[in-house]
Structure formats: structure tokens, C-alpha cells
Nanobody, 123 residues
């Protein structure tokens, strides 16, 4: 069982930055690929970024490519999402997820989910 707790969300102006963190419980964090997804009101959950178990491979959704960076610190059981050049369309609840296998951009393939953290970008 893995528990995930996100933090770092908030209100920011367009063009600003935020860094989200997701801390995982347990001693097996390094055996999980990690992902970030987001969901805006009335929309489906969208893939944002994923990172392999070692951190050597990273993947991004088209809408965030070049603006967001995913990273992880296995010693701290933490995955991060650095978000730069934020836009109003980035407004959503952001979720981190863990997958006991390789990275994926498909939400249903993840095994554990956090409760989410709200990110609001004002214009």
C-alpha cells in the first residue's frame, strides 16, 4: 500500500511559477514509476508528466512540454512538478500517481493516487 500526499498548489498569476510536491509513504518508492495528472471542472483527467523509477526517463503531455519539469528524489520518497510560464488553462486539480511498473500516460494504469492539490492561474 502506498499513500501519496500532494502539496504546493495555490493561486498564481499568468506567467508565474509553482512547484508541486508529492510525498509517498512506505519504503518501496523507488519501485514505482510516478506520474502527474490534472483535471479541470467538466473535463477528463489529463496526463501531465511521468518519470521512471530511477528518474532517467521523463515524459510530458503536449500542453506542458517545455514549461513543466518532473523530477524525483528517491531518498526523500518525493516527486516534484516544477511549473513555469503558467497559463490560465493550467488551472486544475493536480494529482500524483504511482505505478508499480514502467511509466505510462494512461491514468487507469496507475495503482495509487493522491487527493490532489488545486492550482489556479489568474489572467
Amino acid at each position: 500500500q502506498v499513500q501519496l500526499v500532494e502539496s504546493g498548489g495555490g493561486l498564481v498569476q499568468a506567467g508565474g511559477s509553482l512547484r508541486l510536491s508529492c510525498v509517498a509513504s512506505g519504503r518501496t518508492f523507488s519501485t514505482y514509476a510516478m506520474g502527474w495528472f490534472r483535471q479541470a471542472p467538466g473535463k477528463e483527467r489529463e496526463f501531465v508528466a511521468a518519470i521512471s523509477r530511477s528518474g532517467s526517463s521523463r515524459y510530458y503531455g503536449h500542453s506542458v512540454q517545455g514549461r513543466f519539469t518532473i523530477s524525483r528524489d528517491n531518498a526523500k520518497n518525493t516527486v516534484y512538478l516544477q511549473m513555469n510560464s503558467l497559463k490560465p488553462e493550467d488551472t486544475a486539480v493536480y494529482y500524483c500517481a504511482a505505478r508499480y511498473s514502467g511509466s505510462s500516460y494512461i491514468a487507469r494504469e496507475y495503482d495509487y493516487w493522491g487527493q490532489g492539490t488545486q492550482v489556479t492561474v489568474s489572467s
